[in-house]
């Protein structure tokens, strides 16, 4: 996603979800993980981003969506 950088991808996502929006992790590869950022009202994918950043792992921690 543009302007989300491996330095702040969990601060997106905890902004995403303090604005009733969900996440959901797409997939986990070499390059990182890929999760996608949706609309609260009907699921709809407005962006994605694949991070390896370990802290956004950890954040994540086996999670596979914002509402885990």
């Known amino acids: 996603m543009v302007g989300v950088h491996d330095d702040d991808a969990v601060a997106a ?11 959901r992790v797409l ?5 990182g993980v890929t999760v996608a950022m949706c609309r609260c009202d009907d699921g ?5 981003f694949t ?18």
């Open 13 to 23: 996502l905890r902004r995403w979800e303090a604005f009733g929006a969900v996440w």
């Open 44 to 48: 709809e994918e407005m962006a994605r």
């Open 27 to 31: 997939g986990r590869g070499p390059d």
């Open 51 to 68: 991070s390896a950043d370990p802290g956004l792992e950890e954040f994540l921690a086996g999670r596979t969506s914002s509402a885990d």
